[in-house]
């Protein structure tokens, strides 16, 4: 079964960082581009970054630009989301996603998402 | 303020027919950009629904179906069953000031 498996969260004070990992399985991880989405609580889903599978571009939303750093490890199979300079407004349910082919394509393998919480 | 809208809720009966829309604009679904829509049940991920405007992933049921004109694109649901109760989400890619996946504010579908 393909899977994409999301850790690292939790609570975070204000300003500070998170890392967040995710894991993915059943499938070629390293022909895919990835992806990050989150939802603020009771609201709808936001882009956060997208990383092309080799690695070569990586683009952000403007709310997280210079803050947020998306990654990968092909041979280990993870994605990652290093986080930094956090505010209230990042608190909300992040996703690990992949996207079948090119810029516009669309997403079709979601993670259960992982809790982040900004509160001091 | 979401680069795509959609309606906040829309409403019927089990049976009936049900359209959900969803309106761009030309740096976006006007540039030709697809249209994809995913339901999210209450608590769990969002499942792709509708691909590339108008086509199924295997598993979803005939009664899903979509289509994209100009501008704007809509998510057609029939036979409405009590377990499609869910939020759906539109997404398509802006070319605007800054290029970026974009997705609707989403819409709550009640069934009666």
């Known amino acids: 079964e393909v899977k994409l498996v999301e850790s690292g969260g939790g609570l975070v004070k204000p300003g500070g960082s998170l890392r967040l990992s995710c894991a993915a399985s059943?499938?070629?991880?390293?022909?895919?581009?990835m992806n990050w989405v989150r939802q603020a609580p009771g609201k709808g889903l936001q882009w956060v970054a997208t990383i092309s599978s080799g690695s070569e571009n990586m683009y952000y939303a403007d709310s997280v630009k210079g803050r947020f750093t998306i990654s990968r490890d092909n041979p280990e199979k993870s994605l990652s989301l290093q986080m930094t300079g956090l505010t209230a407004e990042d608190t909300g349910v992040y996703y690990c996603v992949r996207a079948v082919g090119t810029i516009g394509s669309e997403f079709d393998v979601w993670g259960q998402g992982i809790l982040v919480t900004v509160s001091s | 303020q979401s680069v795509l809208t959609q309606p906040p809720s829309v409403s019927a009966a089990p049976g009936q027919r049900v359209t959900i829309s969803c309106t761009g604009s030309s740096s976006n679904i006007g540039a030709g950009y697809d249209v994809h829509w995913y339901q999210q049940l209450p608590g769990t991920a969002p499942k792709l629904l509708i691909y590339s405007n108008k086509y199924r992933p295997s598993g979803v049921p005939d009664r899903f179906s979509g289509s994209k004109s100009d501008i704007s694109a809509s998510l057609d649901i029939v036979g409405l069953q009590a377990e499609d109760e869910a939020d759906y989400y539109c997404q398509s890619y802006d070319v605007g000031l800054t290029e970026s996946v974009v997705f609707g504010g989403g819409t709550k579908l009640i069934v009666l």
């Open positions: 059943s499938f070629m991880f390293s022909s895919f581009r």
